[in-house]
């Protein structure tokens, strides 16, 4: 079993859509959680970053942290064509320790 | 948040030839590492470049293959050794912040021939 698991999509939705990507992990260290965006032929893009449980938002972004069932979110409403890239979803245990990263979803928004 | 400039974006390269890779951060940072992403994957990390010490290798990598450098705390360096086509990837060189917001560089695409 993988650290971190994340569906590889591809997810294709209308523009205006709400996206949710996710993200499950097996080990309860972690504590940390990244999300990052990477368009084609750039390198990733850090979007959100949380620790621990709970919520953060940042715009049209929401990162959701669930510790208890090691389950991450990232919500994304009103999706806009320039949304569609790869959401890898990353994380540690510590702040000197390695990031895991998942496989990443593609997501297409389309017009 | 860092801002890191990473040469050469691109690179096609000979098989048995060597190529290192330049990583600069525009502050200073306590950890650094270097990724490899294969076509359609994700990260894969390859080391951690300690500052002042020999680098920290994940399982798998070897120093007489990807020799790094971080001569200090801003700046590092990948060198791909005696190349063959398995190695062409996206490298790529982060750094942390020590809250582990990791920051990346826009990657150095690798074609070996």
């Known amino acids: 079993q993988k650290e971190v698991e994340q569906d590889p999509g591809p997810l294709s939705v209308p523009e205006g859509a709400i996206v949710s990507l996710n993200c499950t992990y097996s080990n309860s260290a972690f504590q940390y959680f990244m999300w990052y965006r990477q368009y084609s032929r750039k390198g990733p893009e850090l979007l959100m970053y949380t620790y621990s449980s709970g919520n953060k938002e940042d715009g049209r972004f929401t990162a959701q942290v669930d510790k208890s069932s090691k389950y991450i979110s990232l919500f994304i409403r009103d999706s806009q064509p320039s949304d569609s890239a790869t959401y890898l979803c990353?994380?540690?245990?510590?702040?000197?320790?390695?990031?895991?990263f998942g496989t990443g979803t593609r997501l297409q928004v389309f017009p | 948040s860092a801002v890191i400039s990473q040469k050469p974006s691109r690179d096609i390269c000979q098989r048995g030839t060597s190529l290192t890779i330049q990583c600069q951060v525009d502050?200073?940072?306590?950890?650094m590492f270097w990724y490899r992403q294969q076509p359609g994957q994700s990260l894969t990390l390859i080391a951690t470049a300690n500052q002042g010490s020999e680098a920290t290798y994940e399982s798998g990598f070897v120093i007489d293959k990807f020799p790094i450098s971080r001569p200090n705390l801003t700046f590092s360096t990948l060198t791909v050794s005696n190349m063959s086509p398995e190695d062409s990837s996206i490298y790529l060189c982060s750094a942390g912040q020590g809250d582990t917001e990791a920051f990346f560089g826009q990657g150095t695409r690798l074609t070996v021939v």
């Open positions: 990353a994380m540690s245990a510590g702040n000197t320790d390695k990031l895991i």
């Open positions: 502050s200073q940072v306590t950890m």
